[in-house]
């Protein structure tokens, strides 16, 4: 059981068509040829030349290689993808797989390593996207579904709460226990029907949840993966939230 459990492919444009053409050797020079050629033009490069040109080469690309790549584009590709599916509920199994593939692109360019020991991670985020159906609640009728989900995390105090909207305001608390600096071990310990009446969760209500992508922008923040193999893009709307104690 995930911890966010309580209740694509798109073609991209070429980008070959943006590239300048490239000319062979043999096209026509801008300039007519001379007609008198220099020792410099004919002499051959020294081959201890032609070796530094070629360690260059591979330690500037390597330093590009290694380069942290920009985030920025890749969150605004993955919000326009999930923007008109319904949380997830309108999602097709290609627009799954092709939304798999940018978190994925941005789970690579994560800025903070150990999402546990960060403070971002502390607060109310809401849920914006998932493949989870039993939070989607696609088996029922839409006047029955959640309208929107909420999850909380307090890092600090490994403490977890999941909450539903209306109609039903159902929530769930759990503890969380670091497995390593990215993923947690979910214990359930009770479920609030109607976010009022307390049922103790059964020692089966178990799960595990790794934070891939954390960084600072409170309107968009977090990427999850639970152990059910679902995806989460939550957003954070209140970095001051507490969850209650036991």
Known sequence: M???????PFTTHSSSSLLPKLHHPSAA?????????????????????LKWRANVSFFTGFLNNNKTKNPEPIKQELLEAIEPLDR????????????????????AANPTKEPLKS??????????????????????????RSRRNFQAIN?????????????FFNQVTADLTPLNP?????????FKIGGLIPVKA??????????TYLDQELSYGRVSRG???????????????RIPSK
């Not at 097709?92 to 593939?101: A, L």
């Not at 990215?182 to 009770?190: C, H, L, N, S």
């Open 2 to 8: 995930a911890l966010s459990t309580l209740s694509p």
């Open 29 to 49: 020079a801008p300039f007519p040829a001379s007609n008198h050629t220099t020792s410099l033009s004919t002499s051959p490069t020294p081959p201890v030349l």
């Open 88 to 107: 997830g509920a309108e999602a097709t199994p290609e627009d799954q797989q092709f939304i798999d593939q940018i978190a994925r692109k941005l789970e």
């Open 119 to 144: 403070d971002l991670l502390n607060g109310k985020w809401e849920l914006i996207y998932t493949t989870s159906q039993s939070i989607l609640q696609t088996n029922r009728p839409k006047l029955l």
């Open 155 to 167: 890092a600090d105090i490994l403490r977890a709460q999941n909450m539903e909207s209306a109609p």
């Open 182 to 190: 990215k993923k947690v071990a979910v214990k359930f310990d009770y």
């Open 202 to 211: 059964p020692e089966t209500a178990v799960g595990e949840l790794e934070i």
């Open 227 to 241: 152990d059910k193999g679902n995806l989460f893009v939550l957003k954070m709307i209140d970095p001051s939230y």
